[in-house]
């Protein structure tokens, strides 16, 4: 697992891929059943003398979590799935700090930040300074979208967006979760901020307000 381990900025921690999300079982002579993996997993965790990042962490392995990274918000959408429920938020909201995929990875950062919004999630970036053609036909080579020249600006554009509405509702925990209508989430929280999400492609009036489209 050593070779998981990634120091994160000063101060933050350790991160791990695979620690949190992944239990691995040895199939040689002598196997490691499952049970026996996770101990092994918690005690790794626990020796580090400091809460982790972890990437979608499962229950073994939140008592050593500070940041969940990539916190899950969607179904597999198979067979009767018809509406996501961000229930990994909604029980870990105000335990530990979540973040939303990697946003300068998805096809939409106006989406994911409208996912972190609606979740109360934190926002998430991958970034390279070096010149991009270092990574060319290297393990990295997939990583080409995280040039930080190319993110600078919309970077800075997407947090005071964050920022702005974020300030308003504090570090509340999530206390509901309404479907308004089609396309409109609502977030509730106990001192009485709403955030009410429109992902629609065109603007929505409900008994509020019209949202205009994803806003």
């Known amino acids: 697992y050593a070779t998981s381990f990634q120091k994160l900025n000063a101060g933050a921690g350790l991160y791990s891929r695979t620690l949190g999300s992944m239990i691995y079982t040895d199939f040689s002579n002598q196997p490691v059943i499952r049970d026996e993996a996770k101990l092994y997993v918690q005690k790794t965790l626990k020796a580090a003398g400091q809460k982790w990042a972890l990437y979608q962490p499962n229950d073994y392995a939140l008592p050593y979590t500070d940041t969940v990274i ?6 597999s959408g198979f067979d009767l799935f018809t509406e996501d429920v961000p229930f990994y938020q909604l029980a870990l909201n105000g335990l530990v700090n979540l973040t939303v995929d990697c946003v300068n990875e998805q096809e939409d950062p106006n989406t994911a930040l409208l996912n972190a919004l609606e979740t109360g999630s934190s926002l998430y970036f991958r970034l390279f300074c070096a010149d991009p053609k270092t990574i060319e036909d290297t393990e990295y080579n997939d990583l080409g979208y ?21 300030k308003k509702i504090g570090s509340e925990t999530v206390t509901g979760h309404p479907i308004v209508s089609d396309g409109v989430h609502q977030t509730v929280y106990p001192n009485g901020r709403q955030v009410l999400v429109n992902f629609n492609h065109i603007p929505v009036t409900v008994d509020r307000p019209t949202i205009a489209a994803t806003s």
């Open 70 to 75: 990539s916190a899950p918000i969607a179904s």
């Open 146 to 166: 995280a040039y930080a020249g190319n993110w600078v600006g919309s970077v800075g554009a997407l947090y005071r967006r964050y920022e702005a509405a974020q």
